[in-house]
Every structure is written in structure tokens, then in C-alpha cells.
């Protein structure tokens, strides 16, 4: 199984190389590639050494799957290149997610969607793709109406740049800004750019990512989404309304036994999910769920993840996971 890592420099990508590593996908060659700059250069993976590839030399080399996590723009112009030479791409980019001919995928949600003729496959947005985990066995149950979110998300998230200005900040050095604002001891309640409606693309990617996953445009979904100084993975207060009556006993039974879904939940020890501890993990986390005493059946509950992993390189590591298991690469 050869499999290429587009972006295999950046953050995500590196986490890709990580995920693969320790979930000991069967890589028989790995195809690193990254910018024109990167090209040549060496990077490790399993205590071997592979030289970084253009794309036009990823292509030749004929992988069976491209994770693609190298931005909006290279997805669009690269993805249909690999497509149409037989490769299939699992891409972390929000260029396909939308896009009425490819899959938006979960694996715990909605991996029986994908068939063979699925070459572009869209990796959702890391927040959206924590909280769909949680949703998916909650609607199934009780009927989700309305999801209201806020979301409090690791500068991780965007990137390198970022990182470095967070610790920049703590050191009291002056660097290049990611942000418009200083990020440590301060959070900034905007993710990316804001829209028409008043709400950001982060937030309009989460009311819309999550019907499509899910395959029910009923659910509605309101989002804010708040950027703040961690680094180990994104929180989520879900304010959720259900058709049915819910029961906390039973949800907490339930988030025990999800597939990716670890529950930590326990008030009287002070035990709930943190960014701190999801850091490096690959499951959600899941507490603080109590009955919401303003409104009939309707909770809320806290959901953390990190989103470099199953936010992002862990989810489309899965996706090929299943499309080999399934033989539909």
C-alpha cells in the first residue's frame, strides 16, 4: 500500500505521519510531499528515510491514497491530478466538503457512504467532526431539533504561525502575528473570515458540515466559534433539543459504549474533559452532561478533542483505514 502525504511538513501532516505510524497502517512506501522549497529534503517515518516529492513526482510514483492537507487552493488545482490518475484523496481541506459530488466523512458516523468511485474525499472541519461523533447516537435516540455550540479552540488549529505567537507572547518576544490581536491572555471570538450574516466561515462550516454528515438538514445548528490560548485540543460547550425526552443516566450510558467516544464524567471528583488531557489522543471526550432545567428536553454537555488528531490527521487516517478494509482503494 503506497500511500503519499500531501502538506507532509505542516502540523497536520506530521500528525498524519504520527497517526499512521502508531496505528501501524500496512505503508509499504510512504510519498512525502510539500512545496517546491521542501523538495529533496528528508523526512523520518518508521526509522526510515524518504526524500520529500513534488507533486508532479507523487503522481508518477501512483500511491493508492493522497492525504491531502495542504490547503483550499493546492487541494483544488492538485485533487482532481491525482483523481484522474486513479489515486484516492482523502483531503483535509474545506476546498471539497460542500461540493454536491463528494462524501463528507466520519467513520463512526457516515463511512458506509463511500464506494469505490469516491476519489475525492472530504475530511471534515475539526470541530464539526468532535461534535458530529457525540451527535450521531444522541439523534438516533431522541431526535435532535436544535444544537446550539460554543466553541473555545486551540491556536493548533491554525497553524504554526500561531503557535509561535502564543509563545512569543509568554516569553515577552516580539514575532510575526498570526492573529490581529495578542492571543495569550486574551481569547478572540472569530475563526476565520466573517460572512454576510454576521457569523464566520468556522461557524457557517459547523451549521452546514453537520447536516451533511449527519444526512438530516432538519438539525439546526447555531455557532459561536472562539479562538483561545491552549494548544492541546478544542473544547465545545453543545446546548442540545430534543424531540424526545432525554435521560442523563442513559446518555451517559450511551457516550460509555460509542465507538471514539471516551466519558469523563464525574462532578463529585471533579472529572471532565480538558485540552490538556486529550492532547495526543485519539477519542472524544465527553462530560459535564446535566439536563438543561430552562427548557423541556433539552442538555448540555462538554466536548473536547485533539483537533490535530481526530480533528483533522486521526479522521482521514480512519477514512483510508476503512477503504482498505473494505477494499474500495
Not at 198 to 226: P, W
Request: charged share 25%; with cysteine; hydrophobic share 40%.
Amino acid at each position: 500500500m503506497k500511500i503519499a502525504v500531501v502538506g507532509a511538513t505542516g502540523l497536520v501532516g506530521t500528525a498524519m505521519l504520527k497517526v499512521l505510524e502508531e496505528r501501524n497502517f500496512p505503508v509499504s512506501e510512504l510519498i512525502p510531499v510539500a512545496s517546491e522549497r521542501s523538495v529533496g529534503k528528508e523526512i523520518e517515518f518508521k526509522g526510515k528515510k524518504y526524500k520529500v516529492h513534488s507533486m508532479d513526482m507523487a503522481i508518477a510514483a501512483k500511491p493508492q491514497i493522497a492525504l491531502f492537507s495542504a490547503g483550499g487552493d493546492t487541494s483544488k488545482e492538485w485533487a482532481p491530478k491525482f483523481a484522474a490518475a486513479g489515486i484516492t484523496v482523502i483531503d483535509n481541506s474545506s476546498a471539497w466538503r460542500m461540493d454536491p459530488t463528494k462524501k463528507l466523512v466520519v467513520p463512526e458516523v457516515n463511512a458506509h457512504v463511500l464506494t469505490k468511485e469516491d476519489k475525492i474525499i472530504a475530511n471534515p472541519n475539526c470541530s464539526t467532526i468532535q461534535m458530529v461523533v457525540v451527535l450521531n447516537p444522541l439523534h438516533k435516540k431522541y431526535s435532535i431539533k436544535r444544537v446550539v455550540v460554543s466553541t473555545y479552540q486551540s491556536v493548533t488549529g491554525t497553524g504554526v504561525k500561531a503557535v509561535n505567537q502564543l509563545m512569543n507572547e509568554r516569553k515577552g518576544v516580539s514575532g510575526e502575528m498570526a492573529y490581529k490581536y495578542p492571543i495569550d491572555l486574551n481569547v478572540i471570538p472569530q475563526i476565520d473570515v466573517f460572512t454576510d450574516n454576521g457569523y464566520t466561515k468556522e461557524e457557517m462550516k459547523m451549521v452546514n458540515e453537520t447536516k451533511k454528515i449527519m444526512g438530516d438538514d432538519a438539525v439546526k445548528v447555531t455557532a459561536t466559534t472562539v479562538r483561545i490560548p491552549v494548544m492541546g485540543g478544542h473544547s465545545e460547550a453543545l446546548n442540545i433539543e430534543f424531540v424526545k425526552e432525554p435521560s442523563v443516566a442513559e446518555i451517559r450510558e450511551m457516550m460509555s459504549t460509542t465507538e471514539g467516544v471516551i466519558l469523563q464524567d464525574d462532578p463529585s471528583q471533579q472529572i471532565y474533559p480538558m485540552p490538556m488531557n486529550s492532547h495526543n489522543k485519539d477519542e472524544v471526550f465527553v462530560g459535564r452532561i446535566r439536563l438543561d432545567e430552562t427548557q423541556a428536553n433539552t442538555i448540555n454537555m462538554w466536548v473536547v478533542a485533539d483537533n490535530l488528531r481526530k480533528g483533522a490527521a486521526t479522521n482521514a487516517v480512519q477514512i483510508a483505514e476503512y477503504l482498505l478494509k473494505h477494499n474500495l482503494a
